[in-house]
């Protein structure tokens, strides 16, 4: 059980172009999911919160209108990397978990590629 | 902000060999958890530990919540070359509260 599926798992796209990531939980319902960014070599870090039904709740220094997050329902949040630049390169994983009380279970990354 | 301290940063051990990571924080934890991460995939979910002073198996792997709250760490007995990959704790505050993650243990398994 507890199955986070994140599609694409990599993507290559031109410089200002916008990609979009999808993350669902297939086998649980997720009231919240979360958004990573992770660079080689090191440990993940927390982008953005996303609670179904409203509005995501980004980390310190994370631009809300470049990582644009929508959670439409219990089982899927997608994020928006908009105008991509090469710099938005990295390995992008998402999140979720059922309840408060319940661990995290993660999706198997998106590498995104920005030439 | 809340921090953990994860150690070793890396393992090269020999095939068989026992093999011991942990975290500290200097905050309190209500919930550690442990994940492992294979090259170019999301993190897996090994071992969840929600009180302190709590110790689970999952197969060869055994994580134990620290009486303090503060630390927790995790072993694999009799490691395999599967074994290889990084190692993430991942400590929570209050429940529902995002998780904090330690740097990282790579471990690497010569067989």
């Known amino acids: 059980g507890a199955v986070v599926s994140q599609h694409p798992s990599w993507v290559i796209c031109k410089s200002g172009t916008s990609v979009k990531i999808e993350c669902r939980s297939l086998?649980?319902?997720?009231?919240?999911m979360f958004w990573y960014r992770q660079f080689p070599k090191q440990s993940l870090m927390l982008m953005a919160t996303?609670?179904?039904?409203?509005?995501?709740?980004?980390e310190q220094g994370v631009e809300k209108d470049k990582f644009l997050i929508n959670h439409a329902s219990l089982t899927l949040s997608t994020l928006t990397v908009t105008s991509a630049h090469p710099e938005d390169s990295s390995f992008y994983i998402c999140?979720?978990?059922?309840?408060?009380?319940?661990?995290?279970?993660f999706g198997n990354g998106t590498r995104l590629t920005v030439t | 902000g809340q921090q953990l301290n994860q150690s070793p940063q890396s393992m090269f051990i020999q095939e068989g060999e026992d093999v011991s990571m942990n975290c500290t924080s200097s905050s309190i934890f209500n919930t550690w958890l442990w994940y492992k991460q294979d090259p170019g995939e999301g993190p897996v979910l090994l071992i969840a530990l929600y009180k302190a002073g709590e110790l689970t198996s999952n197969g060869r792997l055994t994580a134990q919540f620290g009486i303090t709250r503060k630390d927790s760490f995790l072993n694999i007995s009799a490691s395999i070359p599967s074994d290889v990959g990084i190692y993430f704790c991942?400590?929570?505050?209050?429940?529902?509260?995002?998780?904090?993650f330690g740097a990282g243990t790579i471990l690497r398994v010569k067989s």
């Open positions: 996303s609670n179904e039904g409203s509005k995501a709740t980004y």
């Open positions: 991942a400590g929570q505050g209050e429940y529902g509260n995002k998780l904090v």
């Open positions: 086998d649980f319902q997720a009231t919240t």
């Open positions: 999140s979720a978990r059922e309840s408060a009380y319940s661990p995290l279970h």
